[in-house]
């Protein structure tokens, strides 16, 4: 079946723009994860959903980081005010449930570049 | 906060030859998680440790998670040219889903 879709796949936007990341996860996986991975570094974990809810989104590093999954499917990063230091690959992933045990599938990525 | 630390940060292998990467948590873990990413994709799931001293084999890959539940380690076995990409560990500890990933292992592999 089909993985974890994200799109754009490069966005290229302004300082001071504001930009929004899409994520498709695996049909029926209910947990999401958003992670931002800065060149030659791991992934950063940066929010979790259960559903429709933000389980965890103490790796959001500040305000203008904001993410929503309304009906429990795909899920929005939204970055207001972009800044050079938030050019990245920004990577969602998925998982079957929220259970710790489940490995998580990754998609693509989005490449922001903010110049 | 939780670190997660690997080493080597590179590793190049001739092709044929065996190698280890370790990597190691500055708090105890619950389970760990090993992803290959390969040159211009996104990590891929390789295997999941829950047991303190649990050993855990994929073909030439063998993965240990150590009695502390602290560290763990990836052991490659005959290196081939598809093993190239980057091996990254993720920690989950006790409380919560948030993994904590390692700055992974670059594998280079000489033919």
């Known amino acids: 079946g089909a993985g974890v879709s994200q799109t754009p796949s490069n966005k290229v936007t302004e300082k001071g723009k504001y930009v929004e990341l899409r994520c498709d996860p695996i049909?029926?996986?209910?947990?999401l994860y958003w992670y931002r991975q800065s060149l030659g570094q791991g992934p950063e974990f940066l929010i979790y959903?259960?559903?429709?809810?933000?389980?965890?989104d103490s790796g959001l590093p500040n305000d203008r980081f904001f993410a929503v999954r309304p009906e429990g499917s795909v899920s929005t990063l939204k970055i207001q005010r972009t800044e050079r230091g938030d050019s990245a690959v920004y990577l969602c992933?998925?998982?079957?449930?929220?259970?710790?045990?489940?490995?998580?599938?990754f998609g693509p990525g989005t490449r922001l570049t903010v110049t | 906060g939780q670190q997660v630390m690997q080493i080597p940060q590179y590793q190049h292998v001739q092709e044929g030859e065996d190698f280890t990467t370790y990597c190691n948590s500055s708090?105890?873990?619950?389970?760990i998680q090993w992803y290959k990413q390969r040159p211009g994709g996104h990590p891929v799931f390789l295997i999941q440790?829950?047991?303190?001293?649990e050993v855990k084999k994929q073909k030439r890959l063998t993965f240990q998670f150590g009695e502390a539940k602290k560290n763990s380690s990836l052991h490659i076995t005959a290196t081939q040219t598809t093993d190239v990409g980057t091996y990254f560990c993720?920690?989950?500890?006790?409380?919560?889903?948030?993994?904590?990933f390692g700055g992974g292992t670059r594998v280079l592999v000489k033919p």
């Open positions: 992933a998925s998982s079957l449930f929220g259970d710790r045990n489940y490995e998580q599938y």
């Open positions: 049909s029926g996986h209910t947990a």
């Open positions: 440790l829950v047991k303190s001293g």
């Open positions: 959903f259960q559903g429709t809810g933000a389980a965890d």
């Open positions: 993720a920690g989950l500890k006790a409380a919560g889903n948030k993994l904590t």
């Open positions: 708090t105890t873990l619950s389970n």
